[in-house]
């Protein structure tokens, strides 16, 4: 699993949307273990 830089780029760029960045921190997560 690779980690989508531009995903994580664009998350923190919509910080008002909390729950997007809950789901890609568990993805992130995901992608590290």
Request: hydrophobic share 60%.
């Amino acid at each position: 699993m690779t980690l989508d830089v531009g995903g994580v780029a664009r998350g923190l760029l919509t910080w008002d949307k909390q729950e997007h960045l809950v789901k890609l921190a568990i993805l992130t997560l995901a992608a590290v273990l």
